[in-house]
């Protein structure tokens, strides 16, 4: 494993994370037994945006005494009380989610909270109108929050809030369909977008990565818009020479996908 230094605060990080949004599916026994296995191969950093709510009690169990040797990245926004995932801006909402997270990941701290998913500038004006940001930043002056994040598809609404001066880490989607205007969250000119990377490895700003495979898209030739299949670990490396990137969060749905990942070291 490689890691790299997060700049706000100095976090070693592994510059392969791993994404939640397929393991979720999954028996328990076979999600602890992949999330351990990711520990064991020097995977530290964990996002917590799955599709599945079966995903928080099991992390929970794989990593209760593992969890000073990792990082989580956990969503204010991001609904799982109903059992499956849910979108939300609304305070209570917020905060009954959050405390069910903690509660099953069977931890009293998050090392990245983040702003959830906001693409619209209309998103950020509701968060804040309702109280989830100062709720946020509440958390993160009493400790419980280590660092404050933004996870968004959008460049222009990364900028805003980056104007902010608020958050340490940004989840941004990369991958060449995205980078060359192509796919549903193409959103951004080509230069656009590398200017907002530019701009977090200027300001200190890290980057986790979602999205390096373009949803398998990038890794099936009769559904890329190239017309070609390129392996995960081409895609893997276009990732983390965008300028600003900290971690790529490829999701996992078993050991056996995990070892896939990690031959990305070895190639």
């Not at 933004?150 to 902010?164: C, G, I």
């Not at 890290?206 to 670990?233: H, Y």
């Amino acid at each position: 494993m490689e890691y790299r230094i997060l700049p706000h605060g100095g976090e070693k990080i592994s510059a392969i994370g791993m994404g939640s949004s397929v393991i979720g599916v999954r028996p328990e026994a076979e999600i602890i037994a992949t999330v351990r296995a990711a520990v064991e191969g020097g995977i530290n950093y964990f996002d917590m945006a799955g599709g599945h709510a079966a995903i928080f009690g099991a992390y929970g169990k794989a990593l209760e005494d593992l969890r000073k040797r990792v990082y989580l990245q956990v969503h204010f926004g991001a609904d799982y009380t109903s059992g499956e995932y849910g979108w939300t801006t609304k305070l209570d909402e917020v905060k009954r989610s959050v405390a069910w997270q903690l509660e099953n990941l069977r931890t009293d701290y998050i090392d990245f909270g983040f702003i959830h998913c906001l693409d619209e500038a209309q998103d950020l004006r509701t968060y804040t109108k309702n109280g989830v940001l100062d709720y946020l930043k509440s958390l993160k002056s009493a400790g419980v929050v280590r660092h404050l994040g933004l996870s968004s598809h959008t460049p222009a609404l990364v900028n805003e809030v980056l104007d902010l001066g608020l958050v340490d880490m940004v989840m941004f989607s990369i991958n060449p369909v995205y980078d060359y205007g192509k796919g549903d969250y193409g959103i951004g000119e080509t230069a656009e977008r590398h200017a907002l990377y530019c701009r977090c490895q200027r300001e200190g700003v890290g980057i986790s990565v979602m999205k390096p495979f373009c949803g398998g898209q990038l890794l099936d030739a009769a559904r890329s818009p190239f017309g070609t299949t390129l392996t995960k670990e081409q895609c893997l490396q276009y990732a983390l020479d965008q300028p600003g990137v900290i971690t790529v969060l490829p999701g996992c749905g078993s050991k056996a996908e995990l070892r896939e990942i990690l031959h990305f070291f070895d190639t």
